[in-house]
């Protein structure tokens, strides 16, 4: 596709249920990122890969969340046993160069509920 | 650690005024990257500005101009002629470069209004 694509877009589930959130890139896009934004702040980073390699999964608040991209292409961001406090827009980016500062791209985001 | 502040949370402006977004950022770091990002209503995140740090010259693209000033470390904002389009929140982010890693940090946003 031309731009960032994410699914689901809203996504409501109940608290303790898995989550799993979907971001397919730019074609070509090595680098894949994705951010947590609450409601009235930036986003903040959450984890990215070059390739299929993830490379900086600092920003990952707990265990319970984890990222994959295994053929280097769409990622899957999974929250286990979600909590109230995962409610937030799960935004993914994509940029064109693994080695130099590039303009990342971001998608529509999914906004996830947690009841 | 990179910081960025934008201390204006929200603006409104009649239609047609002039508006500047501050931008304010901090990082030890010699060369970075800075950026704007513009969230409509829709709520998408969209791209309007990258500028490196050795390059401070201002830019224009039709009402939209940007000012980087490296003595004060801030990176504003500013549309001429405001539009009702212009409504959004807009975020000022900083990245250093290397590395190989370019996670943004994002300031707060400003909530601009522009008013009919």
């Known amino acids: 596709g031309a731009g960032v694509s994410q699914s689901p877009r809203y996504k409501v589930t109940k608290r303790g249920q898995d989550v799993a959130l979907r971001c397919d890139p730019i074609?070509?896009?090595?680098?894949l990122y994705w951010y947590r934004q609450a409601l009235g702040q930036g986003p903040e980073f959450l984890t990215y890969f070059n390739y299929e390699a993830q490379q900086d999964k600092s920003g990952l608040p707990n265990d319970r969340f984890s990222a994959e991209r295994p053929e280097g292409s769409i990622s899957t961001l999974t929250i286990q046993r979600t909590e109230q406090r995962d409610s937030a827009m799960y935004r993914c980016?994509?940029?064109?160069?693994?080695?130099?500062?590039?303009?990342?791209?971001f998608g529509p985001g999914t906004r996830l509920t947690v009841l | 650690a990179q910081k960025v502040t934008q201390a204006q949370t929200e603006i409104s402006v009649v239609e047609k005024e002039d508006v500047t977004l501050d931008c304010v950022y901090e990082?030890?770091?010699?060369?970075?990257?800075l950026f704007w990002y513009k969230q409509p209503p829709s709520g998408e995140l969209v791209f309007l500005i990258r500028r490196n740090s050795f390059d401070e010259q201002n830019e224009i693209s039709g009402r939209y101009s940007w000012n980087f000033q490296k003595s004060t470390s801030s990176f504003n904002f500013t549309i001429t002629a405001s539009q009702v389009v212009d409504s959004a929140v807009y975020f000022c982010?900083?990245?250093?470069?290397?590395?190989?890693?370019?996670?943004?940090?994002f300031g707060t946003g400003t909530r601009l209004t522009i008013i009919p």
């Open positions: 990082t030890r770091d010699t060369t970075y990257y």
């Open positions: 980016a994509s940029s064109s160069r693994a080695s130099e500062t590039d303009t990342q791209y």
């Open positions: 982010a900083l990245t250093v470069a290397g590395g190989g890693n370019e996670k943004l940090t």
């Open positions: 074609s070509g896009h090595v680098s």
